[in-house]
């Protein structure tokens, strides 16, 4: 499998690197995106992405203010805005370079998803975005800025996965909203965090193929009470 550098950032995180693979037999060039040398996707497979956005579409039945946690290669807010019901995405990407070859056209979809009207992207850490939001801005947080919990791009990011900031994400929902979390491993820890906030969580496991193997990808869905009591703490 032959590889071919794209484009590479240094930050003061590390190193942001977009290179580009064979593609199979009769398909086009793959785009991949790694942080720090760890995979964190590519333009290949992209329904887990997707699903991110249209899993939490479906429970929500006015979704008109949506937050993403990670920019990525854009498929998670692309399936966002394919919703007519979204007046708003905001987009919270930490790595600024990867912001600009989204505008510039080094990812080739790039431009085409940023001139949609209704996203704004944020170069800023989502911590800070979720905490710094207005109570009930959102109707719903999707976040999906490391393989998962146990898989971090950058160890601060464990902060993500655990009650403070949950509880946060929890208060910037409208009534009725919900957060959404990919990981890409199961993982009872982050479940048991959410129930512990929300109440409640339901794990959504979503069957792909790597390069010839067979994986699962998990989604963890946490909805905020449409009255009462919000969480158990």
């Known amino acids: 499998m032959g590889y071919a550098e794209v484009a590479r950032a240094l930050s003061g995180r590390g190193e942001v690197v977009l290179r580009e693979r064979d593609g199979d037999a009769d398909g086009a060039p793959v785009l991949e995106l790694r942080v720090n040398g760890v995979f964190v996707m590519d333009s290949q497979e992209t329904r887990t992405e997707r699903a991110l956005a249209t899993a939490a579409l479906d429970r929500v039945p006015a979704p008109h203010d949506v937050l993403v946690g990670g920019l990525g290669l854009g498929y998670t807010a692309q399936a966002v805005l394919a919703d007519d019901r979204v007046r708003r995405l905001v987009v919270v990407e930490l790595e600024e370079a990867l912001v600009g070859w989204m505008r510039d056209g080094t990812v080739p979809h790039g431009p085409a998803l940023l001139a949609d009207d209704r996203l704004q992207v944020l170069v800023a850490d989502v911590r800070r975005a979720v905490e710094d939001a207005r109570p009930t801005s959102y109707d719903l947080v999707l976040l999906d800025v490391d393989n998962g919990p146990d898989f ?82």
Do not use: I
């Not at 890409?184 to 479940?191: D, E, F, V």
């Not at 990808?217 to 009462?228: E, M, V």
């Open 152 to 233: 971090l791009v950058h160890d601060a990011n464990a902060e993500l996965y655990r009650a403070a900031f949950l509880r946060a994400a929890r208060a910037a929902l409208r009534p009725g909203g919900a957060l959404v979390v990919w990981s890409a491993a199961a993982s009872p820890a982050l479940q048991a965090a959410l129930t512990d906030v929300f109440g409640a969580v339901e794990p959504v496991p979503l069957a792909v193929r790597l390069q010839a193997r067979e994986e699962t990808y998990w989604l963890y869905l946490a909805r905020r009470a449409a009255t009462g009591r919000t969480s158990r703490t």
